[in-house]
T-cell receptor, first 116, second 109 residues
Framework: SAVISQKPSRDICQRGTSLTIQCQVD?????MFWYRQQPGQSLTLIAT?????????ESGFVIDKFPISRPNLTFSTLTVSNMSPEDSSIYLC?????????????FGPGTRLLVL | KNEVEQSPQNLTAQEGEFITINCSYS?????LHWLQQHPGGGIVSLFM???GKKKHGRLIATINIQEKHSSLHITASHPRDSAVYIC???????????FGTGTRLTIIP
């Protein structure tokens, strides 16, 4: 199994500012993902964080708004840029889910973001 | 497009009751995941299964591949089981998860 930590656990930010969320895994993992969970909604995949290359973004998410870094196999960051109140969500990092298909994904504790 | 549907959306039960949460999906999958999300937001992976049945403590998960259906059972439910339970599926050749909308479970003492 993998243990995942995220920082910060929560934050309140002003409109127009940016926040970088860190995700640390206690072991090397192939796959890392970033999700958003808006209030009352299920999880939506933002992007797959690829080690050493640009992240793969899902439809509706762009690099300028959600830049992602993954410098090694245990660490990734997600930045929420030029925030607006619509960005208020829980942001979750997950790891695992690699080959063979269907490997368990482990989730971080989430970062609860409120944009005023 | 694979849809993942859960039922019920909300479930309230008395402590000690046997709980069943259902999940249906529309196309073939490589695995189905049951996740638990507590009010703080963190998610715990409960089960990952591709066939048959798995048991962990008071939790039991079953899957019927032919019927494209899975159930999560909780025996002797307890107030600490109160959480949102989420079903998610993954596909062959694709590690991404597709999530159901979740079932909010409340166990009353």
């Amino acid at each position: 199994s993998a243990v995942i930590s995220q920082k910060p656990s929560r934050d309140i930010c002003q409109r127009g500012t940016s926040l970088t969320i860190q995700c640390q895994v206690d072991s090397q993992v192939t796959m890392m993902f970033w999700y958003r969970q808006q209030p009352g909604q299920s999880l939506t995949l933002i992007a797959t964080a690829n080690q050493g290359s640009e992240a793969t973004y899902e439809s509706g998410f762009v690099i300028d708004k959600f830049p992602i870094s993954r410098p090694n196999l245990t660490f990734s960051t997600l930045t929420v840029s030029n925030m607006s109140p619509e960005d208020s969500s829980i942001y979750l990092c997950s790891a695992g889910g690699g080959r063979p298909e269907g490997e368990t994904q482990y989730f971080g504790p989430g970062t609860r973001l409120l944009v005023l | 497009k694979n849809e993942v549907e859960q039922s019920p959306q909300n479930l309230t039960a008395q402590e000690g009751e046997f709980i069943t949460i259902n999940c249906s999906y529309s196309v073939g999958i490589s695995a189905l995941h049951w996740l638990q999300q507590h009010p703080g937001g963190g998610i715990v992976s409960l089960f990952m299964l591709s066939s048959g049945k798995k048991k962990h403590g008071r939790l039991i998960a079953t899957i019927n591949i032919q019927e494209k259906h899975s159930s999560l059972h909780i025996t002797a439910s307890h107030p600490r089981d109160s959480a949102v339970y989420i079903c998610a599926v993954s596909y062959f050749g694709n590690e991404k998860l597709t999530f159901g909308t979740g079932t909010r479970l409340t166990i009353i003492p």
